[in-house]
């Protein structure tokens, strides 16, 4: 984080950087003293509402994030800047998004939680365009030249009012993680029929904060009133508390309907019971043991839509292989459920030195139960893709491919079919078990 002061004083030049958040209510002159080494400017959570006229002079700029300012317009100043590929207007109060507002170069674009109706036809003139974050609008339509972007990888279109899911997006040839939640076409059975116990807040002492996602803080929490068909369980819990707002992926009460939907599975933390009280809503799950650690980190900017791993990190191929089964058998799980993941990926995949697997983060996930046939199809193949991207990192990291080539190749080919699932070829996600149960099988009469 800089300062205006030290923007200000000159101690700044030469800068690639600059981050400032200091309620600006003015975009600062200082700024453009930048313009020759300037590529990612952040001035997040400030009160800005417009950009100068000559924002283009910033010519090197390739990262703008303007998140949580007063923005009613996306400025038509940043289509001046060529080298501009990551923009986000996150939470702002953006009504009207002009015309060829965003460069042509645009890669990674967040609008989400904004007051956005319709998106202009010329966001299908983004050919780069590859993470898409639409979430928590008002959007009734999504331009139809948007099938255009044909590099489109993810892409969030939860919390809106989007009647249906737009045929040509059923056809779009690289998406892999798409979350629909909370769209009038995309409903959830009622909760009270998920068989799942609800309790009170007041049935539950909550101890230290353990961690916080977008959607909610998680405590580790001890029960005052167990239900009489969970006593004798020795099992610790933890709460979720779910927050009220609408983050990048959806509508935190549409997270814990999945997981409501989602139920229980060897490789799904378990879910005790749920909290739905008039201002606050939660769960209670399984204590995640401490031998659990994240497969994988976020993506980068740089990698936009890839996982990024820690330097050195690696996986036996027995590892690879066994996180592979077990994720595809919780996938077969979801998938009967009618509920797609939308965001599978290894820093969302807990595992402990046993290869032991916990698939978490529900806050992309959507049913499609009352979908079309042909629009679940299109769902399950996009995971299928997500899937594939998935082996290609675990791949990636293999620490010992020589000592057994066959076993690596094969699960490369199994990846390849995965990675580029389409309309003509695409394996369900049972289909990838058999498969996989037979590479096993295979490699253990080898090994016999
Ligand atoms: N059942 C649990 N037991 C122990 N710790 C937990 C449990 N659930 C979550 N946590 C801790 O809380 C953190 C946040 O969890 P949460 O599921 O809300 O968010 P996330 O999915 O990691 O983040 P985001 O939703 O922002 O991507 C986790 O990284 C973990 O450290």
Not at 194 to 209: P, Y
Not at 342 to 354: K, M, T
């Amino acid at each position: 984080m800089h300062t205006l002061a030290q923007l200000k004083s000159g101690e700044l030049s030469q800068a690639k950087r600059l981050r400032i958040t200091e309620n600006l209510t003015e975009f600062p002159d200082e700024i453009f003293d930048l313009a020759d080494t300037l590529e990612i400017l952040d001035l997040s959570n400030n009160q800005l509402d417009c950009l100068p006229e000559d924002f283009g002079r910033l010519h090197q700029l390739k990262i703008l994030f303007l998140t949580n300012n007063q923005f009613r317009q996306v400025p038509n100043v940043i289509a001046d800047c060529a080298n501009l590929d990551t923009i986000s207007f996150k939470s702002n109060r953006i009504s009207s998004v002009p015309e060829s507002v965003f460069p042509r170069n645009t890669r990674w674009l967040i609008l989400t939680d904004n007051q956005i109706e319709k998106l202009p036809d010329s966001m299908g003139e983004l050919p780069r365009l590859q993470k898409l974050m639409l979430a928590g609008n008002r959007l009734t339509e999504l331009p139809s030249t948007l099938a255009n972007c044909a590099n489109l990888q993810l892409m969030r279109i939860s919390a809106n009012q989007l009647p249906c899911l737009p045929d040509w997006l059923l056809q779009m040839p690289k998406l892999a993680w798409l979350a629909f939640a909370g769209n009038p076409f995309s409903g959830y059975s009622d909760m009270e029929n998920a068989g799942t116990h609800k309790v009170s807040l007041s049935d539950i002492q909550l101890h230290e904060q353990l961690g916080q996602g977008a959607s909610g803080v998680i405590y580790r929490a001890e029960w005052i009133n167990q239900p009489a068909s969970l006593q004798g369980s020795e099992e610790q819990i933890a709460v979720k508390l779910f927050k009220g707002h609408v983050t990048s992926d959806g509508y935190p009460l549409d997270e814990l309907r999945a997981c409501l939907t989602a139920g229980n599975h060897p490789n799904l933390v378990r879910m005790t019971a749920h909290i739905s009280e008039n201002d606050q809503s939660g769960l209670v799950l399984g204590l995640i043991p401490s031998t659990f650690y994240n497969l994988g980190l976020p993506p980068s900017l740089a990698t936009c839509t890839r996982d990024t791993f820690a330097g050195g990190f690696q996986l036996t191929l027995a590892d690879i292989t066994s996180i592979a089964v077990s994720v595809a058998d919780t996938l077969v799980h979801l998938h009967d459920k009618g509920l797609c993941h939308g965001d599978l990926y290894a820093h969302n995949i807990l595992v402990n030195p046993d290869a032991a697997v916990l698939l978490g983060d529900f806050g992309a996930a959507s049913s499609f139960l009352s979908l079309p046939d042909e629009h679940i199809a299109a769902i399950q193949r996009f995971e299928m893709r997500a899937y594939g991207h998935l082996l290609d990192d675990l791949l990636s990291l293999c620490s010992d491919r020589t000592n057994d080539l066959t076993l690596f190749e094969r699960l490369s080919e199994l990846k390849n079919t995965c990675a580029h699932a389409n309309i003509k070829v695409s394996p369900t996600f049972p289909e990838i078990k058999h498969q996989l149960r037979i590479i096993v099988s295979d490699r253990q009469r080898v090994t016999v």
